[in-house]
């Protein structure tokens, strides 16, 4: 799998790192008033996230003896590799990246599931022309550089018959879709409740390839929250106490989008305060959707996007889908 080594190598550049840095942190005067905890961010704050800084901002984590940090993405290793190696407690990934990592025997395990149904897809502008896997061949595709985009990309247009050699890869990080799709590239791949809801309020019609509607197996959870299997052993009630505010505060952004969306804008007053409120509204009933609760994941999930990324050859081994996920530290846990 392609940047694979880079990957684990991260991986143990960072177990080092850590260890040196939990030999430092045992040495140094307990604090008993709150446990310091770190979550990274997959991407720039988003209504993704909201959930987290309305907990941050309502006293959820420090009502359970939590001081939370939150993070931005690092320059150097992914939040996978972060989290694998302890280097931050918690991570913002994606079922994707677990079952990589979980096929690679690396030991990250998603312990909530932030949106119950995949809301991504690809997207290209109306006048472009491409309607399906099928119209990728001849066309440039725009990615932020993630290790499965290509073999995705290769993966559906297979099911659909369609060449991939024909596709033009391009990686442009994190971009402004609205200022590269139809110039840098002709289709990109995208979270409806931010992009898409941004072309809406824009005025710009797209075709929109929904992955759920690609194939089954691609309603998968994304994104997620993760840790590593060291946590959950070592410091469960530090888990359970995360979680247990995480979801006061998903909870809470599903009741009260308005007010969420302000507090998202509170801490990142960089964002767009109209995009912000309109993706806020899109997204909050999109949380827990159909399920009993925010966050739970279902195991016939998980089985089912493994078997497909296995059949598909994005992984070079099939995973235990049970390791790979748990509910057990949810309140009221089904």
Request: glycine share 6%; with cysteine.
């Amino acid at each position: 799998m392609k940047n694979v080594s880079m990957f684990l190598a991260a991986v143990m550049t960072i177990l080092l790192m850590a260890s040196c840095g939990q030999q430092d942190e045992q040495s140094s005067p307990d604090n008993d008033e709150k446990k310091e905890v770190s979550i990274m961010l997959d991407w720039y704050p988003n209504t993704n996230h909201t959930g987290l800084y309305v907990a941050k901002d309502k006293g959820f984590f420090e009502q359970q003896g939590l001081e939370v940090e939150i993070l931005q993405p690092g320059q150097n290793a992914g939040v996978d590799a972060m989290v694998a190696s302890g280097e931050v407690n918690f991570g913002i990934g994606s079922q994707e990246g677990v079952t990589q990592a979980r096929a690679n025997d690396i030991p990250i395990v998603s312990v909530a599931a932030i949106i119950q149904h995949n809301t991504s897809a690809f997207a290209a502008l109306k006048e472009s022309g491409i309607e399906s896997p099928t119209d990728f061949a001849g066309k440039t595709y725009g990615g932020w550089g993630s290790a499965f985009e290509e073999s995705m990309i290769k993966a559906v247009m297979n099911q659909y018959d369609a060449n991939f050699s024909e596709v033009e890869m391009v990686t442009l990080g994190i971009s402004d879709f609205f200022q590269t799709i139809g110039r840098n590239a002709d289709f990109m791949w995208i979270f409806y409740g931010w992009d898409g809801v941004e072309a809406e309020r824009r005025g710009i019609d797209l075709n929109l390839m929904w992955l759920r509607d690609l194939h089954p197996a691609l309603d998968y959870y994304s994104p997620v929250v993760m840790t590593n299997e060291t946590m959950i052993q070592d410091d469960p009630e530090t888990v359970r106490k995360f979680l247990q505010a995480l979801s006061l505060g998903y909870d809470y952004a599903i009741k009260n989008p308005e007010e969420s969306a302000d507090i998202l804008l509170k801490f990142n007053p960089e964002l767009d305060q109209e995009l912000v409120i309109n993706s806020q509204k899109w997204l909050s009933p999109r949380y827990q959707d159909d399920a009993n609760q925010w966050g739970v994941q279902k195991e016939e999930v998980w089985k089912r996007y493994a078997d497909w990324m296995y059949e598909q050859g994005l992984i070079e081994k099939n995973i235990q889908p049970q390791k790979a996920f748990t509910n057990d530290f949810l309140p009221d846990a089904p």
